[in-house]
């Protein structure tokens, strides 16, 4: 039995009652103490009064932590440590409540940290942030199970010392399919099991492994593994979970990476900074997905507006999520501890934080053109350019209109008159308020774009006016005037399809004026018509979050013949439509505006406001082209041909900026600079403290925080310098923390069993040296296949998983590996396997999630699950690593099999065996119709129930039959059916646990 | 699993696995470990000390760290934000300045618009029971239940976005993949029935709130601390209680399926001795078997007296819904559902389905609150009557509050900085009120609470310390409270 580390600990606290419950606890609910005290390990320790000292054990590794001011004494405590076990009590171990004195306490945190950083020795160094170092093998003079498998050795060693003793290889069957559902997360086939037990060669089961490496099931299994710690979905999540269509680029990017077993750094260099490393490679900006795979809140992020401290906690959080994914998916670090305060028990500090997370300062999460970032430094270029231009043209225009200033002058006080006459009139409205906003476009990424919205009348009538009233929605950013269009043009007809056309106006060549609140009246002359219709051709700016993007809406539109409105409640036909929420095409005729219902009675006979309020809109715009017309007389053929030539180049800049939007992928968008970063107090966005640039940790031994960044404004370069830093040779992080996860899945248990943490406050190694050796191996070869190889063939990995009470007594946990861990299935593999017994299974690669749900589309999305149809639709049957993976309402079934929840980094998901689990398995729709397929697969392959009976057990437990059970089963098939049959098989321990 | 310290109250150790300590001292493996997961099936924080309770099991109330004051938890949750200044927190500030500007000083930030002018509550006030508490006419069935409540009406909410507000309040956290408070309580406690999940939700029937079922997630936790989802009318109530009608299973051949299940599994168990993981999965299917027979039984309310349905609003067609959820709440209680979330309120589309009255307080909180108002006034009536209210805390809560200024002229925007919750029943004194907002409703001024207060309360209710109810994630010990919570003492009895 390993001997656990025992302290006594002496109280001198004013509070004698607190002694001694605290004594009482120890004794009484740790037994462990008790069993180590009569062993005599006693350490005394002798603080000063104030402190209060709490202790426990946890897995193997003894906590202590200090409640005290007393910061300086933290050296003078002695600790204890046994052999094998590194330990770090002495400093950052240590908490320190943070409750009071906040700042006294901030200054107490950062000297620690600074005096654990200056005094850090080797030997006092966390193990995982020492130096990574090939170790040598351990020196074995007798192998109870000879092997020249590293690996081996290391475990073997473990055995002798802890006096454990091995397990046996498995049999080839149980081989097969522990191998074929570890490698692919599927069973293997009968072709594939007949031919390994077959194989009389003596490297048979290498072959076989060989052959599982080599294919794609291997990347769509492990990518799986991946995909659960970025973590990967398709949804934003949060309220209003929209979609991302886009995003499954990024997911086959790493179902593809595995397959092709990219070189680890490359690896993790394309996922950080892949648009700026390698922007000529496709599957390289892809890779940048990974940054914003996590969930993001629309409603924040879009809806909220610019300028609001609630902007600002959003962006915080948003870039917390970036790095948090960042440092603990490749380092292993919980680093997002050091947010509020710096890290309880690692040595980074706020100040670290805040320094790492302005590495993405200048991303925002958005689509993305993929092809375009392999122009990004052209992009940048345009932009500055962009700039630049707008610049000259705008003191070109001051410069030359100050010639004609006086003429402007007397214009702009025109038209401020106009405007102050063309009042709100309230003639029209009630003060009901109006429940819908009216028609609204979709929404472009420029302005020029045409469209349409036409009202039928019903009969050819003749017509006395139209009004136009602009929207002012209630249910988004308050903007009068909202999607006004800046050209258009209304037309009448008789012919629905306007092949003979009448104009009412015209402005699709020149510029309106956009009315805000109030109402457009345009005089219809008694001209007929039997359909109306707008045509815009230049599109508003919503502007929305900062971003350029172009719309066109109104909330209502009336045709009136003497004081009847025609419109009202007729059809309304438009050549697109958003139709969400507040906003459709019936509410352009609805008698309302987007704030108020309309009430036509108040309207004089002859309609004299209307006639005063055109000509006063009419005379507005008479000014404002008068004044165009002044400015642009002002300009000599000089200053005209240099303005022309600007606006050529602007022109020309624009276009590339709008060209080719096919390609899209989800990730992130490059910021024009970088926003500022200060480090803030307690997290929180009103505290800000000192501004900080990009750094890395400097707790790391043999490699420097410095990211040696060529240019911070750029960020760009700012994220290619954290990739370089952290797939460095150097970082001793990253090649331990990805070898132990390859290690994690093949045995269920990690060497170190926090696979995202390797700070304090994580597990310690079991095996330290092993988990170096392939830490180095992997570093060396840079090759996921080539560790896949050394662990599988490993006899440590082909041992049985049968149980040894001797064993067990020392190692419940089979912490040591003295047998393989018996698994059960993840809800990928049980659903996947299913899929693949039934015949049903399509192997078609990636691309578009496929839909286990009924989509609407609304202003918050829903994604319902009850529907069968989209369980049974055949376009599902495809592995389950390719579903469309929704944040806010995940699959029911999958998720009550423990699947990963998309919202948080799962490394390790929890393995629970519920009622409600049982349920799933008996009574899903999905495992139901699956049965029936297969019934029909075996009906149609074989006659004899008999030999489909065989089938059936040899397909769902991948064994053959013994006759006792094709027996029973034989008379219960007989009454309930094959279907039945498969239902029941598939509920089987057998069939969940892999032995 | 991680387990949270076990027993003194003085001494927290942050992250010893109740598994570390059975193993290693030296107790025999096979039939710790067995004990140990059958309990992790229960769903039990604590250990071997809470087996599975039974209602009649009079030493039910021992909670983990200290003596419980109860042991159930009904929560209603208004999404999108219920007005406070409509509802329980009255101010004749509103009423005498209506229509003037709105000018409470300092910076005012609203989530859609600005400020419009101070607009009164379109409800009349009056005082209602022996503490005289005010309430508008919106809610007067639940006015006449004031001195069983006590009300918090010094709310305050970090974020004013739903989604992130609504994690906050449900969760403890803005952002998502963090249990639900129900799930917490389930790990903490485990379950009092063992043919009921834990954690029941009852969904608006119009949909789900914002954020989705990831409001009451597990989280991290293991799954079977998830939220069932309940949904009375639906056509299937609970997912896969039974194979789907056309599936042509019937009764017959689930009791075969079932015998031969148990015969296989056990068979395959034998030449496996050591793997408890294989019995607890065995002893599962025992317990869906269990769950099949209960759940429609507790659903079935057509044995209800015809006085009872009508108290809780069934024969009216706004009550109707909500009032069937109460009342199905009531017999989950009775039959040893741990903790039972109600929504009132879907997402935030149009038309209007939640309390997100940005257009017209009057028309949309009017359908909102009358949906709710009697049938959660029923189910205190009836809890109180039938002796229960003692041992259920009963929480009412929204994700934030609405602004006492109008938007647009009858609308009001989100409002963090003040909105109200009510707590009843088990432990909680009634007819009180802790704390007050401005002058205005527009920010709490005296004695401010917090969702992480409130959840640390209801915690100690069902004798939970919340410092002590954690769970290592990524390395965090995680907590309903964050690093937060006060338990908020002048409440109890």
């Known amino acids: 039995m390993k001997l656990q580390p025992i302290f006594l600990i002496r109280f001198r606290s004013q509070d004698r009652r607190q002694d001694r419950n605290l004594k009482q606890t120890i004794l009484s609910n740790h037994l462990l103490c008790l069993v180590i005290l009569v062993l005599g390990f006693v350490i005394y320790w002798s603080i000063s009064d104030s402190t209060k000292v709490f202790c426990g054990v946890q897995n193997g590794n003894c906590r202590f932590s200090v409640d005290s001011a007393n910061l300086n004494n933290f050296d003078q405590i002695p600790y204890f440590r046994t052999k094998n076990q590194v330990d770090h009590p002495t400093k950052a171990n240590l908490i320190k409540e943070e409750q009071d004195k906040e700042n006294n306490s901030e200054r107490g945190k950062s000297e620690k940290i600074e005096k654990s950083k200056s005094t850090s020795t080797e030997n006092d160094l966390w193990w995982s942030f020492k130096k990574l170092q090939k170790p040598a093998l351990p020196n074995l003079t007798k192998m109870s199970f000879p092997s020249d498998n590293p690996i081996d050795r290391f475990i073997q060693a473990k055995w002798q010392e802890k006096q454990l003793v091995g397990s046996p290889q498995a049999d080839r069957l149980t081989l097969i399919r522990r191998l074929t559902f570890d490698l692919h997360g599927l069973p293997p086939t009968p072709e594939q099991i007949e031919q390994f037990l077959s194989d009389r060669s003596p490297d048979a089961y290498e072959q076989l492994v060989k052959r599982l490496l080599a294919s794609p099931r291997y990347g769509e299994y492990w990518g799986q593994h991946w995909l659960d710690t970025v973590p990967y979905a398709d949804t934003h999540g949060f309220d209003k979970d929209k979609r991302r269509d886009h995003a499954w680029k990024y997911r086959d990017y790493v179902i593809d990476s595995f397959n092709r077993d990219k070189p680890c750094a490359d690896w993790i260099r394309e996922q950080l900074a892949g648009d700026i490393l390698f922007p000529q490679r496709r599957d390289a900006v892809i890779a940048t997905g990974f940054i914003t795979a996590g969930p993001w809140d629309f409603v924040g992020h879009v809806e909220l507006r610019e300028g609001t401290t609630e902007k600002e906690k959003t962006r915080v959080l948003d870039r917390d999520d970036m790095l948090a994914n960042t440092i603990s998916s490749f380092m292993s670090l919980t680093i997002h501890c050091a947010r509020c305060h710096d890290h309880k028990f690692d040595p980074i500090s706020q100040a670290d934080y805040y320094q790492l997370q302005s590495v993405f300062a200048g991303v925002r999460r958005g689509e993305r053109l993929v092809n375009a970032p392999m122009n990004d430094m052209i992009l940048i270029r345009n932009k500055q350019r962009e700039q630049l231009l707008e610049k000259e043209l705008r003191i070109l225009d001051q410069t030359v209109s100050a010639q004609v200033a006086p003429k402007v002058q007397e214009l702009d006080k025109k038209i401020e008159k106009a405007r102050e006459q063309w009042r709100q009139n309230s003639l029209f409205f009630s003060s009901t308020p109006s429940n819908s906003n009216g028609y609204h476009s979709l929404i472009h990424p420029s302005a020029d774009h045409s469209c349409y919205v036409q009202i039928d009348l019903g009969k050819i009538s003749a017509i006395d006016w139209i009004v136009l009233y602009p929207a002012r929605p209630v249910d988004f950013p308050n903007t009068p005037g909202f999607g006004f269009p800046k050209r258009f043009r209304i037309d009448l007809s008789n012919d629905h399809d306007f092949k003979d056309s009448l104009c009412i106006v015209d402005y699709s060549k020149s510029d309106f004026i956009n009315p805000q609140d109030r109402y457009v009246p345009i005089a219809g002359h008694q001209l007929k018509g039997r359909y109306l219709r707008i045509t815009v051709n230049r599109l508003w700016n919503r502007k929305t979050s900062g971003i350029d993007d172009f719309c066109f809406a109104l909330a209502e539109v009336e045709v009136l013949q003497n004081k009847t409105n025609l419109a009202a409640h007729t059809l309304v036909e438009s050549s697109e439509s958003i139709e969400a929420g507040l906003w459709s095409r019936k509410y352009l005729v609805d008698s309302a505006t987007s704030r108020l219902k309309l009430n036509r009675n108040r309207l004089d006979n002859n309609f004299s406001e209307l006639r005063e309020n055109e000509k006063i809109w009419q005379q507005l715009h008479l000014f404002e082209k008068q004044k165009q017309e002044i400015l642009v007389s002002a300009y000599d053929a000089n200053t005209r041909q240099k303005k022309e030539k600007i606006l050529q180049e602007l022109i020309e800049i624009r276009k590339s900026k709008s060209s080719n939007n096919s390609d899209l992928y989800y990730g992130p968008i490059p910021l024009d600079k970088p926003r500022d970063i200060h480090i803030l107090g307690r997290g929180e966005v009103s505290k800000k403290k000192s501004k900080v640039l990009p750094a890395g940790l400097d707790c790391l031994e043999g490699l420097s925080s410095n990211l040696m960044i060529s240019d911070v404004n750029q960020e760009g370069q700012r994220r290619v310098a954290l990739a370089k830093w952290i797939s460095s040779q150097d970082n001793p992080l990253t090649w331990r923390s990805l070898a132990n996860r390859v290690w994690f899945y093949h045995f269920g248990k990690g060497i170190v069993d926090s696979p995202n943490d390797f700070g304090h406050n994580g597990a310690l190694p079991t095996h330290p040296e092993l988990l170096d050796y392939l830490a180095d191996e992997l570093r060396t070869t840079q090759s996921l296949k080539k560790l896949h190889f050394l662990i599988v063939t490993s006899h440590t990995y082909r041992q049985i998983s049968k149980n040894q009470d001797r064993n067990s007594q020392i190692d419940g946990d089979n912490r040591f590996l003295w047998r393989m861990n018996r698994k059960r299935l993840d809800a990928e593999q049980i659903r996947d396997a299913i899929l693949l017994a039934s015949g049903k299974m399509i192997f078609s690669g990636g691309g578009p999630g496929f839909a286990l749900f009924q989509f609407k589309d609304d202003h918050s999305p829903t994604y319902d699950y009850s529907n069968p149809q989209f369980v049974d639709n055949p376009s599902t049957w495809r592995r389950s690593v390719y579903r469309f993976v929704v944040r806010s309402v995940t699959n029911p079934f999958l998720d009550t099999l423990d699947c990963a929840d998309p919202n948080v980094s799962t490394p390790k998901r929890n393995q629970t065996l519920t009622a409600l689990q049982a349920l799933a398995l008996l009574n899903d729709p999905f495992i139901l119709k699956q049965a029936k397929y297969l019934e029909e697969k075996l009906k149609k392959d074989e006659s004899d129930l008999k030999r489909q009976i065989e089938k059936l057990i040899y397909l769902i437990l991948n064994r053959k039959a013994t006759k006792e059970e094709v027996t029973e089963l034989f008379s219960f098939t007989q009454k309930n059916g094959l279907a039945n049959s498969a239902r029941l098989l598939w509920n089987l321990n057998e069939f969940l646990f892999v032995d | ?493």
């Open chain 2, 1 to 493: 699993m991680r387990i949270s310290p076990i027993s003194d109250q003085s001494v927290s150790v942050p992250d010893l696995t109740r598994r570390d300590l059975l193993l290693r001292s030296g107790g025999g493996l096979g039939a710790i470990a067995l004990a140990w997961l059958l309990n992790q099936e229960e769903g039990n924080a604590n250990g071997l000390q809470d087996k599975v309770e039974t209602r009649n099991n009079k030493q039910q109330n021992r909670g983990l760290h200290h003596k419980a004051r109860a042991k159930q938890v009904v929560q209603f949750f208004m999404s999108g934000a219920a007005s406070q200044c409509d509802t329980f927190d009255y101010k004749p500030e509103l009423i005498k300045n209506h229509g003037k500007p709105f000018n409470p000083g300092g910076k005012i930030e609203l989530f859609q618009s600005s400020p419009g002018a101070v607009m009164k509550s379109p409800w009349q006030w009056k005082q209602y029971g022996k503490s005289g508490k005010w309430v508008s006419d919106l809610l007067p069935h639940l006015a006449t239940c004031v001195d069983d409540m006590a009300f918090l009406p010094a709310m305050k909410s970090k974020s004013n976005v739903h989604g992130p507000a609504t994690f906050l309040q449900a969760t403890g956290f803005v952002m998502p993949g963090f249990p639900g408070m129900g799930a917490w309580v389930s790990y903490g406690l485990g379950r009092l029935s063992d043919n009921l999940p834990t954690f029941v939700v009852l969904p608006d029937s119009r949909g789900f709130a914002p954020n989705g079922p990831a409001n009451w997630s597990n989280g991290f936790l293991p799954a079977q601390h998830q939220g069932t989802i309940v949904r009375p009318t639906a056509k299937v109530p609970i997912l896969d209680l039974y194979p789907p009608f056309d599936s042509g299973i019937d009764r017959s051949i689930d009791q075969q399926t079932q015998e031969l299940l148990a015969k296989w599994n056990l068979r395959h168990q034998q030449s496996r001795e050591g793997d408890s993981r294989l019995s607890a999965r065995i002893s599962s299917y025992e317990l869906a078997a269990k769950m099949q027979i209960a759940a429609p039984e507790v659903m079935d309310i057509s044995k209800e007296p015809a006085s009872v349905k009508k108290e809780y609003g069934l024969d009216q067609k706004e009550t109707e819904e909500f009032g069937r959820n109460c009342l199905i709440t009531r017999r989950l209680l009775q039959h040893g559902v741990r903790f039972v979330q109600l929504w009132c309120g879907a997402d935030n589309g149009f038309p209007r389905r939640n309390w997100d009255s940005h257009e017209n307080i009057e028309r949309d909180h009017g359908i909102m609150a009358k949906s709710m108002d009697q049938p959660i006034a029923a189910l205190l009536q009836d809890l109180k009557r039938l002796g229960m209210l003692n041992d259920t805390v009963l929480h009412w809560t929204t994700e934030f509050g609405r602004m006492p200024c109008s938007q647009g002229s009858l609308g009001r925007d989100h409002n963090p900085d003040t909105f109200t919750n009510w707590l009843a029943g088990g432990g909680i004194k009634g007819g009180i009120v802790h704390g007050s907002s401005d002058d205005w409703s527009f920010r709490a001024e005296d004695k401010i609470t917090t969702g992480y207060d409130v959840h640390a309360t209801i915690l100690w209710l069902l004798g939970i310390d919340h410092t002590k109810l954690t769970f290592r994630h990524n390395g965090i010990d995680r907590r309903l409270t964050d690093v937060h919570g006060e338990v908020i003492e002048e409440l109890f009895t």
